[in-house]
């Protein structure tokens, strides 16, 4: 392949990864959950997690997939973390 197209598919990704990335900062946004709970639940610090969804560290398929799920909002046949906490303490 030649650099030219080998730019354009790096530059792909790179927009690719911009938008998953805006789209988490979304998702952690409407879940109304805060990112150190997040974070902990990842086993992870707040700052990493800040960092990843800021482009500054590398996230993992898992730790996208992973927030996803702890807010609710993964395609994961699962109840969205809110509606099973309330189960919880209805108990």
Same mark, same amino acid.
């Given at each position: 392949?030649? @650099?030219?197209?080998?730019?354009? &598919?790096?530059?792909?990704?790179? =927009?690719?990864? #911009?938008? /998953? &990335?805006?789209?988490?900062?979304?998702?952690? #946004?409407?879940?109304?959950? &805060?990112?150190?709970?997040?974070?902990? @639940? #990842?086993?992870? +610090?707040?700052?990493? #997690?800040?960092?990843?969804?800021?482009?500054?560290?590398?996230?993992? @398929?898992?730790?996208?997939?992973?927030? =996803? +799920?702890?807010?609710?909002?993964?395609?994961?046949? /699962? =109840?969205?973390?809110?509606?099973?906490?309330?189960? /919880?303490?209805?108990?």
């Amino acid at each position: 392949m030649s @650099k030219y197209f080998n730019k354009l &598919k790096e530059e792909k990704e790179v =927009k690719m990864e #911009l938008e /998953v &990335k805006k789209e988490l900062q979304e998702i952690i #946004l409407e879940s109304g959950l &805060k990112q150190k709970w997040i974070a902990d @639940k #990842l086993g992870i +610090t707040e700052s990493h #997690l800040s960092r990843m969804l800021n482009g500054i560290n590398v996230m993992s @398929k898992r730790h996208e997939y992973n927030i =996803k +799920t702890i807010c609710g909002f993964s395609d994961a046949p /699962v =109840k969205p973390l809110i509606e099973r906490m309330s189960e /919880v303490i209805s108990g």
